[in-house]
Protein backbone atom coordinates (compact mmCIF):
# COMPACT_ATOMS: atom_id res chain seq x y z
CA UNK A 1 0.00 0.00 0.00
CA UNK A 2 1.67 3.11 -1.10
CA UNK A 3 0.57 6.25 1.03
CA UNK A 4 1.36 10.08 0.36
CA UNK A 5 1.89 12.32 3.39
CA UNK A 6 2.19 15.74 2.61
CA UNK A 7 3.09 18.82 5.00
CA UNK A 8 4.29 22.37 5.29
CA UNK A 9 1.05 24.33 4.26
CA UNK A 10 -0.20 26.73 6.37
CA UNK A 11 -1.14 31.01 6.26
CA UNK A 12 1.03 33.49 4.76
CA UNK A 13 1.37 37.15 4.18
CA UNK A 14 1.23 37.89 0.56
CA UNK A 15 5.05 38.16 -0.60
CA UNK A 16 6.29 35.41 1.80
CA UNK A 17 7.60 31.94 1.12
CA UNK A 18 6.36 28.47 1.74
CA UNK A 19 7.80 25.04 1.28
CA UNK A 20 5.24 21.74 1.00
CA UNK A 21 6.72 18.68 1.00
CA UNK A 22 5.27 15.32 0.13
CA UNK A 23 6.86 11.80 0.76
CA UNK A 24 5.76 8.36 -0.67
CA UNK A 25 5.75 5.46 1.75
CA UNK A 26 5.40 1.65 1.03
CA UNK A 27 7.01 -0.20 -1.26
CA UNK A 28 7.61 1.95 -4.31
CA UNK A 29 11.14 2.70 -6.01
CA UNK A 30 11.95 4.44 -9.15
CA UNK A 31 9.12 6.43 -9.35
CA UNK A 32 8.54 8.67 -12.66
CA UNK A 33 7.08 11.78 -12.13
CA UNK A 34 6.20 13.83 -8.93
CA UNK A 35 4.27 17.09 -9.35
CA UNK A 36 1.84 19.40 -7.34
CA UNK A 37 -1.35 20.54 -8.58
CA UNK A 38 -3.86 22.89 -6.31
CA UNK A 39 -7.37 23.71 -6.44
CA UNK A 40 -8.77 26.46 -5.12
CA UNK A 41 -12.27 26.97 -4.58
CA UNK A 42 -15.23 27.24 -7.31
CA UNK A 43 -11.98 25.99 -10.18
CA UNK A 44 -10.82 22.82 -11.53
CA UNK A 45 -7.44 21.11 -10.25
CA UNK A 46 -4.70 22.86 -12.21
CA UNK A 47 -0.66 20.98 -12.82
CA UNK A 48 1.15 23.69 -10.43
CA UNK A 49 4.63 21.86 -11.13
CA UNK A 50 6.03 18.36 -11.98
CA UNK A 51 9.42 16.82 -11.97
CA UNK A 52 9.94 13.76 -14.18
CA UNK A 53 13.17 11.31 -12.90
CA UNK A 54 14.77 12.28 -16.19
CA UNK A 55 15.06 15.53 -14.64
CA UNK A 56 12.73 17.21 -16.76
CA UNK A 57 10.93 20.01 -14.55
CA UNK A 58 7.46 21.72 -15.42
CA UNK A 59 5.66 24.66 -14.64
CA UNK A 60 2.11 26.54 -14.51
CA UNK A 61 3.18 30.24 -16.09
CA UNK A 62 1.43 31.90 -13.54
CA UNK A 63 3.85 30.26 -10.90
CA UNK A 64 7.29 30.29 -13.31
CA UNK A 65 10.20 32.51 -11.48
CA UNK A 66 8.47 32.16 -7.94
CA UNK A 67 8.21 28.58 -7.61
CA UNK A 68 11.08 25.56 -7.12
CA UNK A 69 10.49 22.05 -7.28
CA UNK A 70 12.59 19.49 -5.96
CA UNK A 71 12.97 15.62 -5.58
CA UNK A 72 14.60 13.37 -3.12
CA UNK A 73 14.72 9.82 -4.85
CA UNK A 74 16.52 8.71 -2.13
CA UNK A 75 13.69 9.50 0.39
CA UNK A 76 10.84 8.99 -2.48
CA UNK A 77 9.93 12.68 -1.92
CA UNK A 78 9.14 15.83 -3.41
CA UNK A 79 9.35 19.19 -2.55
CA UNK A 80 7.70 22.52 -3.58
CA UNK A 81 9.67 25.95 -2.47
CA UNK A 82 7.06 28.92 -2.90
CA UNK A 83 8.39 32.53 -2.95
CA UNK A 84 6.55 35.82 -3.24
CA UNK A 85 3.27 34.34 -2.74
CA UNK A 86 0.26 35.95 -3.81
CA UNK A 87 -3.36 36.03 -2.61
CA UNK A 88 -4.28 33.77 -6.16
CA UNK A 89 -2.33 31.16 -4.80
CA UNK A 90 -4.56 30.16 -2.35
CA UNK A 91 -5.79 26.74 -2.52
CA UNK A 92 -5.47 22.97 -1.78
CA UNK A 93 -1.89 21.24 -3.03
CA UNK A 94 -2.01 18.01 -4.04
CA UNK A 95 1.02 15.72 -4.36
CA UNK A 96 0.87 13.30 -7.22
CA UNK A 97 2.91 10.62 -8.41
CA UNK A 98 2.81 8.26 -11.18
CA UNK A 99 4.39 4.75 -10.61
CA UNK A 100 4.18 2.70 -14.42
CA UNK A 101 0.53 3.40 -14.64
CA UNK A 102 -0.69 3.94 -11.64
CA UNK A 103 -1.17 7.81 -10.45
CA UNK A 104 -0.91 8.18 -6.70
CA UNK A 105 -2.90 11.60 -5.06
CA UNK A 106 -2.19 13.23 -1.42
CA UNK A 107 -4.80 14.05 0.57
CA UNK A 108 -3.99 17.83 0.03
CA UNK A 109 -2.80 20.48 2.23
CA UNK A 110 -4.20 24.62 2.33
CA UNK A 111 -2.06 26.97 1.37
CA UNK A 112 -3.85 30.52 2.29
CA UNK A 113 -2.13 33.97 0.99
CA UNK A 114 -3.77 36.31 2.76
CA UNK A 115 -2.81 40.14 5.14
Known amino acids: QVQLVESGGGLVQPGGSLTLSCAASGNIFRINTMGWYRQAPGKERELVAA???????NYADSVKGRFTISRDNAKNAVYLQMNSLKPEDTAVYYC?????????WGQGTQVTVSS
Open 51 to 57: ATSSGTR
Open 96 to 104: KIVWGSVVY
